[in-house]
């Protein structure tokens, strides 16, 4: 069983940033995909950010130019740096991991913008 655990959201003004970290119970290199999704009330879950095992990566338009995606090996985390930070971003954002076995998803963490 993969366990995901998120860590960095808060409170940013508009213009600010933040770092959103996921520590995953399994090697993050030994998922076909890792990703980052967020979801605003009332709206379904966006995907903002993923990372193939290779390293490719795949951004939403909204975020491109601003929102960075990698992997610390050392700490074995999927981290999102999130810069210039708009009110529109404000949202749980999730972690994710893909296997063959299926999608496996972090407990969110709360991101608010302040404008």
């Known amino acids: 069983q993969v366990q995901l655990v998120e860590s960095g959201g808060g409170l940013v003004q508009a213009g600010g940033s933040l770092t959103l970290s996921c520590a995953a119970s399994?090697?993050?290199?030994?998922?076909?995909?890792v990703g980052w999704y967020r979801r605003v009330p009332g709206k379904q879950r966006e995907l903002v950010a993923t990372m193939l095992r290779l390293g490719s990566t795949n951004y939403a338009d909204s975020v491109k130019g601003r929102f960075t995606i990698s992997r610390d090996p050392a700490e074995n985390t999927v981290n999102l740096e999130m810069n210039s930070l708009k009110p529109e971003d404000t949202a749980v954002y999730y972690c994710?991991?893909?296997?063959?076995?299926?999608?496996?998803w972090g407990q969110g963490t709360q991101v608010t913008v302040s404008s």
């Open positions: 399994g090697s993050i290199f030994s998922f076909k995909a």
């Open positions: 994710n991991a893909r296997r063959d076995s299926g999608d496996y």
